[in-house]
């Protein structure tokens, strides 16, 4: 079934290729701030979206942002509904399977627990992680009871409505979150390394596609414009290149 569907986006790709792949439909939840989030206008934004247009600019690309819930993100970018994918998705053998991923352009970082109490059982108790994540499927290797939500904001809810006991997420997702409580969330237990790093997924037959964004995120390494971004928005102690 994989076969017939990446032959399917293949086939829809190649119409849209000779028309024009001046403009590529960058795909994105809009939902994981601060790497993409809604703004007050109504518009896409966030560290990833202001990466993707100077990745854009720089690959003489223009960029069409498209909002999707993250359950289908990867379904809906093989059925070529949108051309990439750019929503704090970490590179996975697992999703590497699927879809190809350009190089990170977020380095390796850790996720962590977030609970109410200093006490709260995050390793045999009930800990809710966003669903098809790289954090639910940690939680679901290990001794505590996984349950699983559409988005992020329905995990922190679930945890300080007593439904879970904690809450595991990317590090740099929680930390704006426990910083605003005043006190009533907490980081427990030790911060957990997971992933390859985030990167762009495009479809595999998009060979072209991620040379292009490989050598526009290559410069910004280079340049050090990456770095700075990094820093801007995810502050001093974030890994850099």
């Not at 007050?40 to 720089?58: K, P, Q, S, T, W």
């Not at 800990?127 to 329905?154: C, K, M, N, R, Y």
């Not at 072209?208 to 001093?236: H, P, Q, R, Y």
Request: glycine letters at 10%.
């Amino acid at each position: 079934m994989k076969k017939i569907l990446l032959g399917t986006a293949a086939l829809a790709l190649t119409a849209g290729v000779a028309m024009a792949q001046d403009t590529v439909r960058m795909g994105t939840e809009g939902a994981y701030p601060p790497y993409n989030f809604i703004d007050d206008n109504g518009d896409v934004a966030g560290f990833e979206i202001v990466l993707g247009n100077e990745l854009c600019a720089r690959a003489e690309l223009t960029c069409e942002w498209v909002t999707n819930d993250w359950d289908s993100i990867i379904p809906n970018l093989v059925s070529s509904n949108y051309d990439t994918i750019m929503a704090g998705m970490s590179i996975t053998d697992e999703r590497d399977e699927v879809i190809d991923f350009t190089q990170d352009y977020y380095p390796p970082t850790e996720s962590a627990y977030v609970a109410m109490s200093e006490e709260a059982d995050f390793e045999s108790g009930v800990v809710a992680a966003q669903a098809s994540t790289i954090q639910a499927a940690h939680v679901a290797e290990g001794d505590a009871a996984l349950i699983e939500f559409a988005t992020p904001e329905e995990t922190v809810s679930a945890m300080r409505s007593g439904e879970a006991d904690a809450v595991f997420a990317d590090y740099d997702y929680l930390k704006p979150i426990v910083d605003a409580s005043g006190g009533e969330l907490m980081f427990v237990g030790d911060p957990v390394p997971l992933g390859g790093g985030i990167g762009m997924g495009l479809r595999e037959s998009d060979t072209e596609l991620k040379e292009k964004f490989d050598a526009a995120i290559t410069s910004m390494k280079e340049d050090g414009s990456l770095n700075e971004l990094l820093v801007e928005w995810f502050g001093e102690e974030i890994g850099q290149y």
